[in-house]
């Protein structure tokens, strides 16, 4: 039985910048087609079908960014992690769980995303917790990504909760 | 079972928004015919979402939905509130149980603070029994 | 690189489930229950959810085309969906020489699970690459 799963590592990491990632140029299909699947079935407002600008809770992340980089001292492995951080370079422990789970997301919001904008995502670690749940102990992890455009405005700063178990 | 919102809130009657007032609902039913459309978009194709017993082996009775399908109907809850010159500022959900295969779920707010143009609303989503399945709170400008 | 008939061309293998149907499904519009959901793969008579027989059209598609090359043309393909690919199966797109006329190859191509048995057979016509 784990008695737990924060170590000094763990701990003192909060803050650590782990990854810049940049998006492709930002397409008005994928607005338009994130804009369906999200209002599905219902027809999704005609400002995102013709993509005057995306919903907040756009990715343009997703199917791969255009260029990653790690940024953690000796991290050569060239594997992108989109939803979270390179725990393994960070020196964390190789857990092993039953489950993952999305625990949350808190999001401050600056400007808006338009057609052809290009997103850098900065990943960094926030910080990671422990509690006891009905499926044991529960290791809670936090990743927080700050989103610039091209104009180094900011887009949004999102923390990112794991429940792991 | 499906409603989007309401159309989106014109500036005479953002006058009147008061505290405690409720947001027009977003409701869809859920399963694999709208995770799968959103797996697609978002590149998430997470097997407890796509497979009942991959989500057993988790420890869930059935398949469930992806976290990141309810932050955007919450997004949708209130865009359609605050309208196309609205600004959606803040937004913090907290995922508190699964939301399983057939349920209609529901994307709910309420006005509990009013700053000028600025409103703080109490948000959640809730499955058709009543459950609710996503907690947290926004900041918007209308 | 000399063509005859019998040659076998270099297979291609995918195992498959939810993970590939659902992306193909998400590029291809293609959100079909019985391709999602084991209740309805049940209700079709399949024992559970299978795979979409577009995903099998494009495995035979990759075959061909790294067989051929960059320069190489797919002329013509044709194939019946004969068995359903169901969870867990391991699927293999072959084809085999079947006649050289210069330089257009006509081949059989199939796919088969991992026990052998034919899934979708079908033939094509080729030109290699230069």
């Known amino acids: ?165 | 079972m499906n409603s989007s919102s309401a159309p989106s809130t014109p500036a005479s009657a953002i006058s009147r928004v008061q505290v405690g007032e409720q947001l027009p609902p977003f409701t869809r039913r859920t399963d694999f015919d709208n995770w799968n459309r959103y797996a697609a978009v978002n590149d998430e194709f997470l097997p407890h979402c796509m497979n009942d017993e991959a989500a057993r082996s988790e420890g869930f009775p059935k398949a469930f939905g992806m976290g990141n399908l309810q932050w955007s109907y919450v997004h949708s809850l209130l865009r359609a509130f605050i309208g196309p010159d609205g600004a959606i500022l803040r937004v913090d959900l907290q995922f508190r149980n699964p939301n399983l295969r057939s349920q209609v779920l529901t994307a709910n707010g309420t006005v509990t603070a009013i700053a000028g143009d600025v409103l703080s609303v109490e948000l959640w989503t809730q499955e058709d029994k009543g459950s609710r399945l996503a907690l947290g709170t926004a900041v918007v400008r209308i | 690189m000399t063509v005859k008939v019998g040659d076998e061309i270099p297979t291609f293998t995918r195992e498959t489930g939810f993970a590939n149907w659902n992306r193909y499904a998400a590029v291809n519009d293609e959100f079909v229950p019985i391709h999602m959901d084991d209740a309805a793969g049940e209700a079709a008579g399949n024992g559970g959810a299978f795979g979409m027989g577009n995903l099998q059209w494009a495995y035979l598609h990759n075959m061909l085309r790294s067989w051929i090359g960059e320069n190489g043309e797919i002329l013509s393909i044709e194939v019946q969906f004969r068995s359903p690919n169901v969870k867990g199966q391991t699927v293999t797109a072959k084809g085999v020489v079947t006649a050289v006329d210069g330089d257009v190859i006509s081949l059989d191509v199939w796919t088969e699970q991992q026990e052998g048995t034919k899934l979708a057979p079908g033939s094509a016509k080729v030109k290699m690459g230069k």
């Not at chain 1, 790690?70 to 991290?75: E, H, K, R, T």
């Not at chain 1, 020196?91 to 997301?105: D, S």
């Not at chain 1, 091209?150 to 794991?162: A, H, P, S, Y």
Request: glycine fraction near 10%.
């Open chain 1, 1 to 165: 039985m784990t008695e737990t799963y924060l170590n000094d590592t763990v701990i003192n990491a909060k803050g650590t910048p782990c990854s810049r990632s940049v998006s492709y140029p930002i397409e008005a299909s994928a607005i338009r087609k994130w804009a369906i699947a999200v209002y599905w079935p219902e027809p999704a407002p005609e400002v995102f079908m013709y993509a005057e600008y995306a919903p907040e809770d756009f990715d343009p992340f997703a199917w791969g960014p255009a260029s990653y980089e790690s940024l953690l001292p000796g991290d050569d492995s060239g594997v992108v992690y989109r939803h979270g951080i390179n725990e393994r370079a960070l020196g964390f422990p190789e857990w092993k769980f039953r489950a993952g789970l999305n625990g949350g997301m808190n999001c401050t919001y600056g400007v808006r995303m338009h057609v052809g904008d290009v997103i850098t995502d900065v990943k960094s670690v926030g910080e990671y917790t422990e509690r006891q749940g009905r499926n044991g102990l529960m290791l809670i992890t936090q990743s927080i990504s700050t989103w610039t455009n091209q104009r180094n405005e900011l887009v949004k700063r999102t923390i990112n909760t794991g429940i792991c178990y």
